[in-house]
């Protein structure tokens, strides 16, 4: 079961409904308890009350928790992106602006290092395989790495360096 | 050209790497790394004036991009993610065919890094990319997995008796 925790503390004194007498009763209270201002505030909950003092700190409690408009709302302020939404977009626009020439064989785009792998490069962005792109781009890379290490590996061994 | 050196190269010479000598794999590595993907090597060749060495090395760069974040994103690492996308946040302010995301992509950034309190970007963070297998390597992002569990319904839907 649970035992509710309940002191009962000594009020000598009463309030005359003024600001300074709300200040006197809560130090009182809080000489009694023994706490420190911050905790005292951090934990107080006036349940009813019409006095100045009292709207002053109820309002700056309020300011503890979330915000009621819909306008600073969490939901309103941040969002997600599609993740791989995100990917396919940019990678096919990575992929668009290094196409290059489709037609011209002289062109150093990569539609000519796509054909020569068996892709055909129109394919690309057709609007419903992630995965053909993702694949494409590391295919490409590969390729590329490929022959730049058997470029270099060949200046290599007409001119080793010890 | 170059690119006429290097095929005169392959029809004189019979090329096998001569692995026997030490660490001519790693040289290789190196050497390829410093002379087609360093940043220094994109400015040498932007001084040279060599438009298609320049072309070459901008799109090693930016494909790099691609398959770092992709791997990053099947690892289910987001911090590897995240500094791709500030990449992208940066190139896609001047590339052709993504106002959108020139806007969006920074944005979405500074709310996770800037914006949030730091426990809650956490776990938005860490709810970007979720495991749906116990394989590893086999991430997916959340919007991946709604288009795999979307082309199921329409799969049951349109093989299924019609009533």
């Given amino acids: ?162 | 050209m170059w690119f006429n050196e290097y095929r005169q190269l392959i029809a004189s010479k019979s090329s096998r790497p001569d692995f026997s000598k030490p660490n001519v794999a790693q040289d290789l590595l190196n050497e390829c790394y410093d002379k087609y993907c360093s940043g220094d090597s994109i400015r040498q060749a932007a001084d040279a004036g060599d438009g298609a060495l320049y072309n070459l090395r901008l799109r090693i760069r930016d494909f790099s991009t691609v398959i770092e974040a992709n791997k990053a994103m099947r690892g289910g690492d987001i911090g590897r993610l995240m500094s791709m996308w500030k990449r992208w946040s940066i190139l896609s302010q001047g590339m052709k065919g993504l106002s959108h995301y020139a806007i969006h992509l920074p944005r979405y950034i500074l709310i996770l890094e800037e914006y949030l309190p730091k426990k809650m970007a956490k776990i938005f963070k860490h709810s970007i990319l979720i495991p749906t297998s116990r394989r590893e390597n086999h991430w997916v992002a959340k919007d991946l997995y709604l288009e795999v569990q979307n082309f199921w319904i329409k799969y049951f839907y349109n093989h299924s008796v019609s009533m």
């Fill in chain 1, 1 to 162: 079961m649970y035992d509710p925790n309940i002191i009962m503390f000594k009020m000598m004194s009463a309030s005359d409904n003024s600001a300074t007498g709300i200040g006197q009763l809560i130090e009182q209270v809080m000489k009694q308890l023994g706490v420190e201002v911050f905790d005292f505030g951090e934990w107080l909950q006036v349940v009813e009350g019409d006095l100045g003092t009292n709207m002053n700190f109820q309002g700056a409690a309020r300011k503890r928790y979330p915000a009621g408009h819909v306008h600073e709302g969490l939901g309103n302020v941040s969002y997600g992106l599609a993740t791989s939404h995100t990917m396919w977009n940019i990678a096919s626009a990575i992929v668009r602006t290094y196409l290059g020439d489709v037609g011209n064989s002289n062109d150093p785009g990569i539609s000519r290092c796509a054909t020569s792998l068996g892709i055909n490069p129109t394919h690309l962005f057709d609007k419903s395989d992630f995965g053909f792109l993702m694949s494409t781009v590391h295919k490409i890379q590969m390729a590329t790495f490929n022959f730049l290490l058997k470029y270099i590996f060949i200046s290599f061994q007409l001119s080793p360096k010890s």
